[in-house]
């Protein structure tokens, strides 16, 4: 296996989670975004849309999407059972970690890319280039506040986003948030039940590297 990174953004961040809390040490090669790297021929010829992360398998396929790496992963690897334990359970960790992209990370991913002057022209990832949307800056900040209140709701009385365990819908859902800092959506005190699991999750060494 190979595994393609880059330590700046949340998408390959979630794989790096799920990957160490795994307890899997992975062949890894850093691609900078920042350098615009991921758009290189060298990078295309393994993944042709451009993003990051990025896992070759033992079967010479390329996965490019957090839930086709963690899904083999998790198959591969069944312990620490990151994604249930049963098929209600399973269920329930696959819709909160859509909840969270739809609603945390595309929000953050619309606030920023369409208002960051580095990022003119560039307001989706991908190999094709997308002019900014102004409006869609300020609908994905109030989305963005709109998650934060939502998760408040739901970990209230919750130690887990799911179950009894961290699972693949709590990494999905800390690292969005967790990224909602650059668009200066920050956890506090105000929300204590989603401060508290926040906490949790940040101190996790999973969340160090
Ligand atoms: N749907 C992908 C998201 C991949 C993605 O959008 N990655 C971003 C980094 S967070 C990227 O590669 N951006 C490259 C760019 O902005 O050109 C997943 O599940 O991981």
Request: aromatic residues 8%; negative net charge; contains cysteine.
């Amino acid at each position: 296996m190979h595994f393609y990174d880059c330590s700046t953004a949340p998408s390959p961040r979630r794989a790096r989670m799920f990957i160490a809390e795994k307890g899997l040490d992975i062949p890894t090669t850093e691609v900078s975004i920042a350098k615009g790297e991921q758009m290189a021929d060298d990078f295309r010829k393994i993944n042709p849309f451009c993003t990051l992360p990025a896992l070759v398998t033992d079967d010479g396929v390329t996965l490019t999407q957090n839930i086709g790496i963690a899904t083999y992963l998790e198959q591969k690897f069944p312990e620490p059972v990151l994604m249930g334990r049963n098929p209600a359970e399973t269920g329930e960790i696959m819709d909160w970690a859509a909840i969270a992209e739809q609603q945390g990370g595309m929000a953050t991913a619309e606030a920023l890319r369409n208002s960051n002057p580095h990022m003119k022209g560039r307001a989706l990832p991908g190999p094709d280039n997308y002019e900014q949307i102004p409006e869609l800056a300020e609908r994905g900040l109030a989305r963005a506040k709109r998650f934060q209140e939502m998760m408040e709701a739901h970990m209230t009385g919750r130690d887990w986003v799911v179950g009894d365990a961290i699972s693949y819908a709590d990494i999905t859902a800390f690292v969005l948030i967790d990224f909602q800092r650059i668009i200066k959506v920050k956890v506090d005190e105000t929300k204590p039940a989603l401060n508290a699991w926040y906490t949790k999750m940040k101190d996790r060494p999973s969340a160090q590297l």
